[in-house]
T-cell receptor, first 112, second 115 residues
Framework: GAVVSQHPSWVICKSGTSVKIECRSL??????MFWYRQFPKQSLMLMAT?????????EQGVEKDKFLINHASLTLSTLTVTSAHPEDSSFYIC????????FGPGTRLTVT | AQSVSQHNHHVILSEAASLELGCNYS??????LFWYVQYPGQHLQLLLK??????LVKGIKGFEAEFIKSKFSFNLRKPSVQWSDTAEYFC?????????????FGTGTRLTIIP
């Protein structure tokens, strides 16, 4: 089946620094990737839709200057959390769309 | 905008019991419906999906779900649960004819199976 990877799986960073999370579709090409955020014991909240070769579409309330998304190729999308703060600590999950969505294993971000 | 409700937040069952998890959505048009499972420490996996046709869909691991359009529901069922079914279950919808549009998730139901 279709496999989506994320890197890193876990990252700890200091407040004020930036962190980049990669999402790759390993065995298929995805023109669309999605980035979600999941708080403990809660559902997935869509942050943005990433389209290859164009600007990402952000959901209401998501700061596009803080959460930079780049979809440089049909197999790679990146999410950069800029000037991270402790409230950005969360579980970030990406999915890649190819007839249906295939989810990555997630990245746990802890900002100290 | 569409929304998804999962009224059971935490369900505790003994092994071999029957399971039904509720899912209701609000959207006036045609929807695609999904159930995902997230085992502890693992990523989301698709259990089953409904796009069109037979409203009773069968998924992996013995799960099934029935789409009842008049009730805007897509409840998940399993006749006999196992300890390994302990996980978080999410219902999701999207309003297009293709499965790659953005999904709206319910709040999830945590299922705990007691051996």
């Amino acid at each position: 089946g279709a496999v989506v990877s994320q890197h890193p799986s876990w990252v700890i960073c200091k407040s004020g620094t930036s962190v980049k999370i990669e999402c790759r579709s390993l065995d298929f090409q995805a023109t669309t990737m999605f980035w979600y955020r999941q708080f403990p014991k809660q559902s997935l909240m869509l942050m943005a839709t990433s389209n290859e070769g164009s600007k990402a579409t952000y959901e209401q309330g998501v700061e596009k200057d803080k959460f930079l998304i780049n979809h440089a190729s049909l197999t790679l999308s990146t999410l950069t959390v800029t000037s991270a703060h402790p409230e950005d600590s969360s579980f970030y999950i990406c999915s890649a769309a190819w007839y249906e969505q295939y989810f990555g294993p997630g990245t746990r971000l802890t900002v100290t | 905008a569409q929304s998804v409700s999962q009224h059971n937040h935490h369900v505790i069952l003994s092994e071999a019991a029957s399971l039904e998890l509720g899912c209701n959505y609000s959207y006036g048009g045609t929807v695609n419906l999904f159930w995902y499972v997230q085992y502890p420490g693992q990523h989301l996996q698709l259990l089953l999906k409904y796009f069109s046709g037979d409203p009773l869909v069968k998924g992996i691991k013995g799960f099934e779900a029935e789409f009842i359009k008049s009730k805007f529901s897509f409840n998940l069922r399993k006749p006999s649960v196992q300890w390994s079914d302990t996980a978080e279950y999410f219902c999701a919808v999207n309003p297009t004819n293709f499965g790659n549009e953005k999904l709206t998730f319910g709040t999830g139901t945590r299922l705990t199976i007691i051996p």
